[in-house]
């Protein structure tokens, strides 16, 4: 088994052998600021008071937004934490994407791919923790992910709003000639005794002030945090206002299809560009490929005047592959991670005691064991991958979704060869994505035809089976459980040993062009961080190469690992005599969080009715701990979802509306994987292609979904991904109790029983 040094250890070593420079220099120097941008807009109308505030001549106040706006609202909760410092309503901020720059950065993401186990409060961990936020300060990956776009905001969001405010007050005070004491900010005014000067007014003077440090509002004194606000997209998106990636129209504007591998690995032989050059609208036959490089799928595009006419051409055109392999499938793919399910081939991510001790030698303990799998996921977004390109006058102009568009500048700069400055990414909302806009596969190809088409925009779209079978997968994985019970129905020891590929190897060798290597966090993430108390315990992943390319995928291993140990902790409740939920609490720590939202979920669950049964799940991840309740039955032999109640504690909460969306939609997202979702691989190349095989749950189907905020917190914690992993375990360990046996493979289908 791969042991050595302590994960935390090879972790310290590791960043400290990277260089010297963090150690000695660098890692003395004070951390890099995140209030001004080194940009500036010389023809900008509104005055800007730090990289983060903006006002406008009308008053209203711009809030940079530096996180992609994917249907979770994050833009209504960062504009929250500016207006509630700056002492405005929300109706009258408005967004504006932010452009490259260092101060936008997500440390939060970056510092959370480190392994280490929540009770580990170790001076090795602090330090690796603050050399990681260094790192990734100078780095300034912009992103979005891992459910950290408000707790990577919440503290320079307020410190810029608070220090806009500071300016203002500032200002107004030197033109009364007053002490700023004297002066207060309210509703987009400052006010002394009866005399108020709007912020538009004082713009100007308030950017030349100059002030030290700010003060921000106690918890108390906060007027729009905590309370809910409409969403600033609703009317927009309600009244089809809001403009996708894909709806994007420019003057002369032509469109492209692609043609992509039919098998994973392969590469373009040969194509026959002139069989439709001459077919209606056709502009140009493109081969991408040696711009793809390692970044995603070779191809070939046809442009033409409309994406029907591109299709139809793309369809057409006589393409050969060659190369890949023709026995992959999802057999080939399951022997393979099965085969690695050993100790020698697995890194050990927690231990503590000896499980393999008190395994091997039980003393008369039941021993139990189980093994559970999970499949590959599609994103399967709403909108499907599109991106637009205009190369013009030794500029390049893009618009589209992104989730990393620090990467997508310089993946411009390198592919162009142009400087940074002539470079312009217009970043629109996602319609959908959770993981899948963190590629830039289809930038990588929309540039390789805009250069082929040179002074016209165009519009790469990939159809839906373009997109569901050349997608970056959530990875399949299988999970081996070897646990002792004592005689008073507690956990003596718990082994948990797992397989899958790494997405993190994949994603670093696409996007940065280095090769991946360590251990992965995400791929035991949900495993390894136990939050039951067991006193002996050890939790081993083993890596394994994958020809199917995997990305991040919404809530990344949590979503399968909490199915595989959810379920296995129920299975040990049976087999302990002991009530799913009672046998939880036996096993956390008193006064915990966890414990908390566990004994909340039973305050609200009621005895179920005739031919139904509840099952429940705990999982804790990013930040947050949420408890779930799944009413489930079977009728003519299909699984039926009634209800679902969920109990989240995500710290302190910002917008309660936001989050309860973003409950009922990782409760719809995580039901739909739990039931139909699979991709299956047969001979080299993926079965699924629409949603009539791929299905995703219908409205009427969708259970009755209620949720429960618990209050407390001094910082908001993860949400858009905490209701997705909790929701297969729930109607699983229902379905165990009605059916009397166990679905310990995803999706649920009751013919699949072992």
Not at 401 to 426: E, M
């Amino acid at each position: 088994m791969k042991q050595g040094f302590s994960p935390r250890r090879r972790l310290v070593l590791g960043l400290l052998g990277a260089g010297g420079a963090l150690a000695c220099g660098w890692a003395a120097l004070p951390p890099r600021q995140r209030l001004h941008a080194a940009f500036s807009d010389p023809a900008a109308q509104s005055v800007a008071l730090n990289g983060w505030v903006q006002i406008a001549p009308d008053g209203q106040i711009i809030v940079m937004v530096h996180r992609t706006e994917m249907g979770q609202g994050i833009h209504t909760g960062l504009a929250m934490l500016v207006a509630e410092e700056l002492e405005v309503s929300l109706s009258q901020v408005r967004v504006q994407h932010a452009p490259p720059d260092p101060i936008y950065a997500n440390l939060t993401a970056v510092v959370d791919m480190l392994p280490f186990h929540p009770d580990d409060d170790s001076l090795s961990r602090r330090l690796t923790d603050w050399l990681m936020l260094k790192t990734a300060r100078e780095i300034g990956l912009q992103l979005t992910g891992g459910s950290s776009g408000i707790r990577d905001a919440w503290q320079g969001l307020r410190e810029a709003g608070a220090f806009a405010r500071s300016l203002l007050v500032q200002a107004a005070a030197a033109r009364w000639k007053v002490a700023v004491d004297a002066c207060a900010a309210r509703d987009g005014r400052v006010w002394y005794q009866q005399q108020s000067f709007s912020y538009a007014e004082l713009a100007a003077d308030a950017a030349k002030q100059q002030i030290s440090s700010v003060q921000l509002k106690p918890a108390s004194a906060f007027r729009l945090i905590g309370k809910p606000q409409q969403r600033l997209d609703a009317h927009a998106k309600s009244h089809a206002q809001t403009t996708f990636g894909i709806d994007v129209r420019l003057p002369g504007m032509l469109f492209a299809a692609i043609r992509m591998p039919e098998r994973f690995g392969q590469q373009l032989a040969s194509m026959d560009a002139a069989a439709v050059r001459q077919r209606p609208g056709v502009q140009a036959v493109v081969d991408v490929s040696a711009d793809v490089g390692q970044g995603g799928y070779p191809g070939v595009a046809v442009v033409a005047d409309s994406y029907w006419q591109a299709r139809q051409a793309a369809d057409a055109l006589p393409v050969v592959w060659r190369g890949g392999d023709p026995d992959l499938s999802s057999e080939k793919i399951r022997a393979q991670l099965e085969q690695a399910l050993t100790p020698a081939a697995a890194h050990v991510y927690h231990y503590k005691g000896d499980a393999r001790g008190v395994l091997v030698n039980p003393e008369g303990r039941r021993i139990l064991k189980a093994e559970y799998s999970a499949p590959f996921l599609a994103h399967a977004a709403m909108e499907p991958v599109s991106f637009t390109a205009h190369l013009h006058d030794d500029k390049l102009e893009l618009w589209g979704a992104t989730q990393v568009p620090t990467v997508v500048y310089k993946l411009a700069q390198h592919l162009t060869g142009l400087p940074a400055k002539n470079i312009v990414l217009h970043e629109l909302p996602a319609g959908g994505a959770f993981g899948r806009r963190l590629e830039a596969d289809m930038v990588r190809q929309v540039i390789a035809i805009a250069k082929a088409v040179k002074g016209r925009p165009v519009q790469l779209i990939w159809n839906r089976s373009d997109d569901m079978q050349h997608d970056m997968y959530r990875p399949a994985a299988i999970a081996r459980f070897h646990a002792a019970l004592n005689e008073d129905g507690t956990i003596a020891a718990w082994e948990n040993l797992s397989a899958s590929a790494s997405i993190a190897h994949q994603f670093t060798q696409r996007l940065l062009g280095l090769p991946g290597m360590g251990p992965d966090k995400s791929t035991a993430e949900g495993e390894y961080d136990l939050c039951y108390q067991i006193r002996n315990q050890q939790i081993s992943h083993a890596i394994v190469h994958s020809d199917v390319p995997v990305g991040y995928w919404r809530s990344v291993g949590h979503s399968h690992n909490a199915f595989f140990k959810e379920c296995f902790i129920d299975e040990l409740a049976a087999a302990a005599g002991v009530a799913p939920l009672e046998f939880r609490l036996r096993h956390l720590k008193p006064g915990s969080r966890h414990e908390a939202v566990l004994k909340r979920l039973a305050e609200t669950r009621e005895p179920a009715p005739a031919s139904q049964a509840w099952g429940i799940a705990l999982h804790a991840c990013f930040g947050s701990v949420v408890a779930m309740a799944a009413l489930v039955s079977v009728q003519a032999g299909q699984i039926r979802v009634h209800r679902i109640r969920v109990v989240a504690d995500c710290g302190l909460v910002v917008n309660p509306n936001l989050v309860q969306q973003q409950l009922e939609s990782g409760v719809v997202f995580g039901l739909s994987a739990a039931l139909f979702g699979e991709i299956t691989i047969e001979g080299g190349k993926v079965r699924q292609s629409n949603f009539h095989d791929y299905p995703v749950l219908r409205i009427t189907d969708l259970p009755q979904i209620e949720t429960v905020l618990m209050p407390g917190g001094d910082v908001p914690q993860g949400v858009g991904e905490i209701a997705v992993p909790p929701v297969a375990p729930a109607v699983a360990n229902a379905l165990a109790v009605l059916t009397g046996q166990r679905l310990r493979n995803l999706p649920l289908r009751l013919h699949s029983v072992r």
